[in-house]
């Protein structure tokens, strides 16, 4: 399917998402922030449209976006017609926070007319925490991929009843093994493309260990085909740890950087963490594919050399510096950043 210029599922990569923290309302910094996303490789960006105001300054948004946007609407459905009305490439519905199904059928109708996507949301919240007395505690006492997956087939049938595939599913908790069970569950059962994530992960300290655990299996399985690892704090960082997490699995080719440190012990005789993230700072701007390896001894040192483009094994006041497996010298401890820029430069460039 297309999203925008977008396509998601079948034989196309896996897309990176992330969402602006900005109010939408706010043209100018939610703007500013989908130029940054999209410069860090989101593919795909959300906005929040609760209100009026929001739907009201989504299309100058659109307009200035070098990437498709995604409206996120939850409880007035006028909003997602606004939306669509605004230029949305796609809109992030959960039904269960939309009881009318007729006013379901509109939207659906809307986006159908314009040619725009929707993604049907299932969190563990909208499962549970809206159900009441005896209703809500039968509900707890099952396992809750099930029941996700149970709603979401409830979901789909005002969709399938419209005739209406232009569809991308996900189901997220906040537990990363949940979302591992539910997602291979929606795999099984349907055909549309799954959006993974994590919901509610935390800080970046808990956040990214928490959604590689989830996505990281599941894209290993082949399920998934867009993904947004989300947590508190700038999302920037967000679209980062993505990227690296595909690249990783070896689903995306590698752009940029590709810096192997060693983990470091009582053999060390360099700081190998400061001098790993000198090197990182120095070679950001690089976007060529390229592995660069900063160990701290001769133990593990050689091997790593072997398989990088540009490696530096220190040692007591020195390093040996290799490109591509061949010692070429040895340098002071000084000169070590300028010596591996200068060689990955002279292999890039």
Not at 151 to 168: H, I, N, Q, S, T
């Amino acid at each position: 399917m297309r999203v925008g210029g977008v396509t998601v599922g079948g034989a196309a990569p896996v897309i990176v998402q992330s969402m602006t923290n900005t109010t939408t309302a706010d043209a100018a910094a939610t703007i500013e922030q989908v130029g940054r996303l999209a410069e860090a490789g989101a593919e795909l960006v959300r906005v929040a449209v609760p209100t009026r105001q929001d739907t009201a300054a989504l299309s100058r948004v659109v307009a200035a976006a070098a990437v498709p946007i995604v409206a996120d609407v939850h409880y007035h459905f006028d909003r997602a017609l606004e939306a669509i009305d605004a230029g949305a490439a796609k809109i992030r519905l959960n039904p269960g926070n939309l009881r009318d199904r007729d006013q379901v059928r509109q939207v659906i109708a809307a986006a159908a007319d314009a040619g725009v996507a929707i993604r049907v949301g299932v969190n563990e919240g909208s499962v549970v925490e809206r159900r009441e007395g005896e209703q809500r505690r039968a509900d707890l006492s099952r396992p809750l991929d099930l029941l996700m997956v149970e709603k979401m087939a409830e979901y789909l049938e005002v969709f399938e009843e419209a005739g209406f595939a232009d569809l991308v599913l996900s189901a997220k908790s906040h537990d990363a093994y949940t979302t591992v069970a539910v997602n291979r569950l929606l795999a099984e059962r349907w055909d549309y493309p799954l959006h993974l994530g994590v919901t509610h992960a935390g800080t970046p300290e808990t956040g990214a260990i928490r959604s590689a655990a989830a996505l990281g299996a599941l894209l290993a399985e082949g399920i998934g085909d867009t993904i947004r690892i989300s947590y508190a704090g700038d999302p920037v960082a967000e679209v980062a740890a993505a990227r690296e997490l595909l690249w990783s699995l070896r689903l995306r080719r590698r752009e940029g950087l590709d810096l192997i440190a060693c983990p470091t012990c009582g053999r060390a005789e360099m700081d190998v963490a400061a001098l790993a993230e000198k090197v990182r700072e120095a070679l950001a701007d690089v976007k060529a594919p390229i592995t660069v390896a900063v160990m701290g001894c001769v133990v593990n040192g050689p091997g790593e050399a072997e398989g990088a483009d540009v490696a530096v094994c220190a040692g007591k006041g020195k390093a040996v510096l290799y490109r591509r497996g061949e010692r070429v010298g040895t340098v002071a401890a000084a000169e070590i950043v300028a010596a591996v820029v200068a060689e990955v430069r002279g292999l890039v460039e």
